[in-house]
């Protein structure tokens, strides 16, 4: 008796840690059905770059050849280009409008807005009209599925880029952008950020202002999704309080896994699933894992600090930056593609699988986890759910699926 009992507690433990064999076939399936829609990518930061060879004449004059990194040619540096996006399976991308807080220092906040955005329908779209079509609602991502082609979409990076002025939210929505980060990593003058909460030099407002909740509320009306990634947590609960719509963290991960500001607690989570918003996992290495971010802690924190001591300085501000970047490189420990499984898990068991989707942050992250270092390993993270025990009808959830439902939420309420 004791024998048999022992053969079958071995046998059951052995059966619990087996992976379920997944074979390629099944990942070609998932994959082919699914639509893998990626709500935040920075490769525009690389592809609205001018060109330093050539002349102000030609740039002027031919503003075909006046852009930086050509995304439909394979690259071998960074995490994006067309090739790539099509060996990930990758059907929409909501590429980053990101405006720098050094822009709204500037004044120049919009106009960076405009070059963003310029970028993603003349540079990528239009340059590649074959392969990429802009869309505008959750129905333009599924023809363009049908139709082979990748569709793009644009969310403003930082809500300064709208110099407080509801007209330009406006503007900015008929060109097509359809989210806006209320914060970067600076505090505006209308919502806090959760990158610079703890500095005693800037003037907080305790979360939305009131004016922040005016654009809040404008953001529902014209049918704009509400981003709450970047902002501090007093402008996340206001955001829960105000917003009609249910928001999206656009890029972020679980700070019960790795505790950085930029993640979000599980009673965020649940509250964010409660009003039918999405936590989109950011695939940074430090927001993946604790000890990930613990390699670069010190860093991380000179490199917070550098836009202030050098605000005065671009130059030094450029150079100081490149060198931490480097040695961040060297120093910090990566992140693997189980620590992206477990971020999913632990959405899914707070909060069900409806909760949660795909904002890699590609190109706008120094450190990618092993196995996930580019948009064409999105195939390795399928096969990883499969072998968690995830059904095809799950992973087209995580993929897709609980974005277009909250695009249609957010659609529906612009039409009422």
């Not at 525009?44 to 004059?61: C, G, L």
């Not at 930029?262 to 290495?285: E, H, P, S, W």
Request: with cysteine.
């Amino acid at each position: 008796m004791r024998r048999f009992l022992w053969f079958f507690l071995a046998f059951t433990f052995a059966a619990a840690f087996q992976r379920r064999p997944v074979t390629d076939e099944m990942v070609r399936e998932v994959d082919r059905s699914a639509i893998l829609i990626d709500t935040h990518n920075d490769v525009t930061s690389r592809t609205v770059e001018r060109d330093a060879f050539a002349s102000n004449i030609e740039r002027d004059a031919f503003a075909s050849n006046s852009a930086g990194f050509d995304i439909g040619a394979a690259s071998p540096t960074g995490h994006t280009d067309l090739p790539r996006l099509r060996a990930g399976g990758v059907g929409a991308v909501f590429f980053a409008v990101y405006v720098a807080a050094s822009y709204a220092r500037d004044h120049t906040a919009a106009h960076r807005a405009l070059d963003m955005i310029d970028t993603v329908r003349h540079d990528i779209v239009a340059r590649h009209a074959k392969d990429f079509v802009l869309a505008e609602n959750a129905a333009e991502i599924e023809a363009a599925h049908r139709e082979g082609k990748i569709a793009a979409l644009m969310g403003i990076e930082g809500g300064h880029a709208i110099e407080d002025d509801p007209r330009l939210l406006r503007d900015f929505y008929a060109l097509g952008v359809r989210y806006m980060t209320l914060t970067h990593a600076n505090t505006n003058d209308w919502a806090d950020s959760s990158g610079d909460i703890s500095d005693r030099s800037v003037k907080h407002h305790n979360g939305l202002t009131g004016l922040g909740k005016q654009i809040v509320l404008e953001m529902n009306r014209l049918g704009m999704m509400v981003d709450i990634s970047h902002v501090a947590d007093k402008t996340f609960w206001d955001v829960i309080a105000v917003s009609q719509a249910p928001p999206i963290a656009s890029h972020s991960s679980c700070r019960a896994l790795a505790n950085v500001p930029r993640n979000m607690t599980d009673d965020m989570i649940v509250a964010l699933a409660k009003k039918g918003g999405v936590i989109q996992i950011n695939f940074n290495c430090d927001f993946l894992s604790q000890k990930s971010a613990d390699s670069v802690a010190p860093l991380t924190l000179r490199m917070n600090g550098l836009a202030r001591e050098f605000r005065d300085n671009p130059a030094k501000l450029k150079l100081e930056t490149e060198r931490l970047h480097a040695e961040m490189k060297q120093r910090q420990v990566p992140a693997t593609l189980a620590d992206v499984v477990a971020h999913i898990d632990h959405v899914v068991k707070i909060a069900g699988i409806g909760a949660v989707g795909i904002g890699s942050d590609f190109d706008g992250v120094e450190c990618t986890p092993v196995g996930l270092e580019d948009v064409s390993k999105f195939p390795n993270l399928t096969r990883a759910l499969l072998e968690k025990g995830y059904s095809p009808d799950d992973i087209r959830k995580i993929y897709g699926g609980n974005t277009l439902r909250l695009m249609r939420a957010v659609e529906r309420l612009r039409q009422m």
